[in-house]
């Protein structure tokens, strides 16, 4: 018969049995295995795990907005912080504002001076110079100086940015980089591309196209983003960007492309 | 000035086209392209994680297995007559822990009447008239069932503790790697000096990374850490229970 410390020592020698320890392998290699799949499913997960496909991340987008209704030619570079800056207008010729004259005193009525009227009091102080309420604005009368030009055009972006101004033929430019730093760059982009582009369509509409700008100015990855609907106007565009012959990216961007979404608006309209 | 079209650009740097697909199909190649330190700390938390499940799993299986065994194992000891049939059953039901009280408890009455069953002790007190077996010690049989309990009680709670450490290490882990994965990044944006988002980003958003793990090895461990202790002390009274039982019967029948 077994005493009562060997059955004790039996039982707690139970635990590291080898029935014990296999059950013991056997939940490590289950959890090995979950884990694995649970990792897979995050990893493989078609549009993403943790986003939602509906909503896209939210981008840094910086809405310098420089496109603006048909306006005469006029244009230049903005100011940072996206505010448009109107190009400065010659100065009217105003009207020679007239001064405001007080009235003249009536004159004096004669009268005879009362024996008993005495004079004033004279002030203790001589006074050297008119008091602070008496000086300041002159009044004045006539038409309103009117001007025009150096006006700033809040357009409620915020953030800092770089953009350019076609002035009334503008272009917008959106940058979602906060701090792109060559806004001449861009300017010189549109530019060149312009120059490959027919707009002159009969329909009026807009092609969305992304290409990737290469560090030596090479476009790559042209692809139509959004189609007009009509295969000229797309065409037309895309002729546009494989003809173009962009400079290099400037030395002071950072990245070694750049990509870019550019949007083509046709007008039917007849400009010269 | 020439005029220019009518057109409105977009501009995407490549970096935030990148990350823009979420934890989806390129967090592979993102944990890859990681530093070997915020690989390291995930691969701890890894480790942690996988341990930590394997002894849920296999806690789990043995409390269920245990209160199988136990429930038939005091069905049979409440019906039986005998303490030997009840030891007949043991070796099937070995994985309660009742059973391994009353073993113990069954050997220590076995000793003790097999000793008063022979000749008189000196200076013990004989056996009692009739035949009937008497009990030498009922200290020794408390103190052998106490014995019992203290080895079943480490046996339920073997490997428990890990739980514990992981739910309270796993965070600190995940918050050291991603407090050294933020210093790398400001250190990047030193060595760049641009603060471009799509420069801090995704340096910022891979740090969080060891966070999140460290959390997701936690959370688990910690609510299964509270079910098995919490089902170790009901099992640790239901001993209790079974050991004051077994007393009050071996006082009713052996003095």
């Known amino acids: ?272 | 000035m020439r005029t220019l079209g009518y057109y409105a650009i977009a501009l995407q740097t490549q970096a935030l086209g990148a990350s823009d697909s979420g934890l989806g199909g390129n967090a592979l190649a993102w944990i890859a392209a990681s530093s070997p330190l915020s690989k390291g700390v995930l691969f701890i938390l890894f480790l942690f994680s996988i341990a930590s499940w394997a002894v849920v799993l296999n806690k789990l299986w043995q409390f269920r297995r245990l209160e199988r065994q136990t429930s038939s194992f005091l069905d049979i000891f409440r019906r039986s007559t005998k303490f030997s049939e009840v030891q007949s059953v043991c070796r099937s039901l070995s994985h309660s822990p009742l059973v391994g009280v009353f073993q113990a408890g069954y050997a220590e009455l076995n000793t003790q009447l097999r000793q008063g069953d022979g000749a008189t002790n000196p200076g013990g007190r004989p056996a009692a008239a009739g035949g009937r077996l008497t009990l030498r010690s009922f200290d020794a049989l408390d103190r052998a069932l106490l014995r019992a309990s203290g080895v079943e009680a480490n046996k339920l709670e073997h490997r428990v503790d890990l739980l514990a450490t992981t739910a309270s290490i796993t965070p600190f882990i995940g918050l050291f790697g991603t407090v050294m994965g933020i210093v790398t990044t400001f250190q990047a944006i030193g060595g760049t000096g641009s603060t471009n988002l799509s420069v801090v980003g995704p340096g910022i958003a891979e740090a969080l990374i060891a966070t999140a793990a460290g959390l997701a090895a936690a959370i688990p461990a910690v609510y299964f850490y509270n079910l098995l202790t919490n089902k170790v002390k009901l099992y640790l009274s239901g001993i209790e229970d079974f050991s004051l039982e077994f007393l009050n019967i071996a006082e009713r029948n052996f003095t």
């Open chain 1, 1 to 272: 018969m077994e005493s009562t410390t060997d059955i004790l020592r039996e039982r707690a020698r139970d635990q590291d049995s080898l029935g014990q320890s296999h059950a013991l392998w056997l939940a490590y290699a289950l959890s090995l295995v979950s884990h694995a799949v649970l990792i897979a499913v995050i990893i493989f997960w078609p549009a993403g795990f943790l986003s939602s496909p509906e909503t896209e991340m939210p981008t840094v987008v910086m809405n310098i907005s420089l496109g603006g209704p048909v306006g005469p030619s006029q244009g230049g570079l903005t100011a940072l912080a996206a505010r448009p800056v109107q190009e400065a207008l010659p100065l009217e010729e105003a009207d020679e504002a007239q001064w405001e004259q007080p009235p003249a005193p009536a004159p004096p009525e004669m009268t005879i001076p009362t024996p008993d009227a005495r004079r004033r009091p004279e002030a203790d102080v001589a006074v050297e110079s008119a008091p602070d309420e008496s000086r300041g604005r002159t009044p004045t009368r006539g038409p309103t100086l009117r001007r025009e030009g150096n006006a700033l055009a809040e357009t409620g972006s915020e953030g800092d940015g770089a953009g350019l101004s076609a002035g009334g033929l503008g272009s917008g430019v959106q940058l979602d980089v906060a701090d792109f730093c060559c806004p001449e760059y861009l300017s010189l982009m549109v530019d060149l591309i312009d120059r490959r582009w027919n707009r002159r369509q009969r329909v009026s509409a807009e092609v969305k196209m992304k290409f990737t700008i290469q560090r030596d100015g090479r476009l790559t990855d042209i692809e139509l983003e959004t189609p007009s609907g009509y295969f000229a106007l797309d065409t037309s565009a895309e002729r546009a960007l494989r003809l173009a012959s962009l400079t290099p990216l400037p030395s002071r961007f950072a990245s070694d492309d750049l990509t870019v979404h550019l949007t083509f608006r046709y007008f039917a309209e007849e400009r010269p």
